[in-house]
């Protein structure tokens, strides 16, 4: 898809440009001997002509509708490939995600969701690990229902960047041809996979929440079905690539379940592969790996979570969530309400611009229950609401909900909490 400038046809009225919303348009006059030349070949042309900065440009089209001598076209990309091009794009892959000889839980929440599509299609999982030295980490793998591991081992690999990683990926893709590509929406894989998107010129949807495999009439079949907040979380979008393929698609941490390992089901196969030399070379050296220094707030791998929002109107009452966490022996949660008010540090933050969490058990004390907000947590084991107001949409994601006053409710919890691991001995 391209926008083409007609010069000859160019009358020079710069209607164009005036109509052009992002400045990309110009006039510029043409050269006197080129007007005399084109005088004596009896050929009419104007003193001046339009020129385009293709690098600001995007292909609105508002310039094309107001020109009358059709100087200017706008070239569509071509029409839906063959249904036998895309059906040639066959398996499910996931980005096996790993950092210092360790797989990412995310990689196994993805090969989880990504066993569910291949199985719906009627096609093989494939893992694909990416870096060095990587034998008992892929060995591990075959525990879980994967058909094949691909185990891509190039001592340039040990540790990501994101060209090399980009390219080998690219290549593989390339070769192998599977028609859905998933990753963790991590900050390696936000980074490495849109660049894979790119030179594979097809979509990538980031942030998914859901997805699912269906039909869509007009638009094909095996479609990838990808579901992810839009417009600030005021809707659910659902979004499909029909005429390019791989469907890519990045997932947040603890949004799908982690796939299980089956027993009695025959393990898969290990595929080593060594990438060409020629993709491995990058421009950006490591010179030193410091390791993140651990928050004391692990929401993302807590088994309980108590959660406070704008219900407990100042910074001092998060006392009454901090003890029922502590009494539960849980983290410490709270909404964006929260964490704008000051109430706590934005490391505490659960919702679509905080952590996404999967606990076992989620307490929310004060949370209207904002769409923001349960895309963050809906994934629970256990939700338990506590709120004032019987309406509240929190409720309608609750499996059990708690109507009435947090500032009394909260601390009979607790008391209650810790009066039975008391009778427990502590335990």
Known sequence: MGLRVIVEKCSGCGLCVKACPFGCLAMRDRDPAELEKARAAGEKRAKRFVVLDEARCNLCGACVDVCKFEALELKKESAAPPAAELDSWRGVWVFGEQRRGRIQGVALELAGE??????????????????????????????????????????????YRSEPYSRVFADLIRKRRPEIVLAGATTVGRDFLARVAVELHTGLTADCTGLAVGDLPGCGTRLLLQTRPAFGGNIMATIVTPNHRPQMATVRHKVMREIKPIDGRAPGRIEK?????????????????????????????????????????????????????????????????????????????VGQTGKTVCPKLYVACGISG???????????????????????????????????????????????????????GGG
Request: proline share 5%; glycine share 8%.
């Open 114 to 159: 990504g066993r569910k599509l291949a199985d719906s299609l009627g096609v093989p999982l494939a893992v694909v690990v990416l870096g060095s030295g990587l034998d008992s980490v892929c060995a591990e793998l075959l525990k879980y229902p994967i058909d094949l591991v691909l185990q891509v081992d190039a001592p340039e690999l040990a540790e």
């Open 273 to 349: 592969i060594s990438p060409p030399a020629e993709l491995l070379v990058s421009r950006t050296q490591i010179v030193d790996f410091v390791e993140e220094i651990e928050s004391t707030v692990k929401l993302t791998e807590a088994d309980i979570i108590v959660s406070g929002g704008r219900g407990l109107g100042k910074a001092e009452n998060f006392r009454y969530v901090e003890d029922l966490a502590r009494a539960l022996g849980g983290a410490v949660g709270a909404s964006r309400a929260a964490v704008d008010a000051g109430w706590k540090p934005y490391s505490h933050q």
């Open 370 to 424: 904002a769409v923001q907000h349960l895309v963050g947590m809906q994934s629970s084991d256990v939700i338990v609401a506590i709120n004032k107001d019987p309406n509240a949409p929190i409720f309608e994601v609750a499996t059990y909900g708690l109507v009435g006053d947090l500032f009394q409710i909260l601390p009979a919890l607790t008391r209650e909490v810790e009066a039975r691991r008391l009778s427990r």
